[in-house]
T-cell receptor, first 114, second 112 residues
Framework: NAGVTQTPKFRVLKTGQSMTLLCAQDMNHEYMYWYRQDPGMGLRLIHYSVGEGTTAKGEVPDGYNVSRLKKQNFLLGLESAAPSQTSVYFC?????????????FGNGTRLTVT | SQQGEEDPQALSIQEGENATMNCSYKTSINNLQWYRQNSGRGLVHLILIRSNEREKHSGRLRVTLDTSKKSSSLLITASRAADTASYFCAPHLIQGAQKLVFGQGTRLTINP
């Protein structure tokens, strides 16, 4: 049981390049989330999904797109990377069948945009 | 904002002392959860307290919840160097329950 797995772990992009971050969970969770964390800061919600085929905007959605084609996967895309998107990205999932469930986090993707 | 707000933002204590951090939120909750983040890693769930509970213990952790004041506190007793981390609260709101937002956290440093 791997939990939440994020790939890649590290990536360096040049301004204007695109990339996709993959989050996979094997716990059959309905809800999935993408957060970014800048140095010394808390987590900010980018986008989230409450089920396969559905996505919603979080606090800081601009410059990102997401897709949830399969229940176990939640993809975060950067179409044209900017230095302001240099950050650590965390994915998380939660079981919606009980409100008294914890979030499960991946170990993060460290992205640098030069 | 739907997030919990942690206070203080930073806390530095000597090993063996107790550490207390607080969380305030704005609307009704199903439960409130505390998480720890070690540097550069994902958040790890510590403890969950339901809205009908007032206090909960887990090892050296003690969490209290006052729904009338919309606040919670996390107490770590007999602190250790390994407790050095950032701590976040996550109120699980009744309204908009699926949009889980975090505050800035409390950065705890345990000095040897």
């Amino acid at each position: 049981n791997a939990g939440v797995t994020q790939t890649p772990k590290f990536r360096v992009l040049k301004t204007g390049q695109s990339m996709t971050l993959l989050c996979a969970q094997d716990m059959n969770h309905e809800y999935m989330y993408w957060y970014r964390q800048d140095p010394g800061m808390g987590l900010r919600l980018i986008h989230y999904s409450v089920g396969e085929g559905t996505t919603a905007k979080g606090e800081v959605p601009d410059g990102y797109n997401v897709s949830r084609l399969k229940k176990q996967n939640f993809l975060l895309g950067l179409e044209s990377a900017a230095p302001s998107q240099t950050s650590v990205y965390f994915c998380a999932s939660i079981d919606r069948s009980s409100y008294n469930s914890p979030l499960h986090f991946g170990n993060g993707t460290r992205l640098t945009v030069t | 904002s739907q997030q919990g707000e942690e206070d203080p933002q930073a806390l530095s204590i000597q090993e063996g002392e107790n550490a207390t951090m607080n969380c305030s939120y704005k609307t009704s909750i199903n439960n409130l959860q505390w998480y720890r983040q070690n540097s550069g890693r994902g958040l790890v769930h510590l403890i969950l307290i339901r809205s009908n509970e007032r206090e909960k213990h887990s090892g050296r952790l003690r969490v209290t919840l006052d729904t009338s004041k919309k606040s919670s506190s996390l107490l770590i007793t007999a602190s250790r160097a390994a407790d050095t981390a950032s701590y976040f609260c996550a109120p699980h709101l009744i309204q908009g329950a699926q949009k889980l937002v975090f505050g800035q956290g409390t950065r705890l440093t345990i000095n040897p």
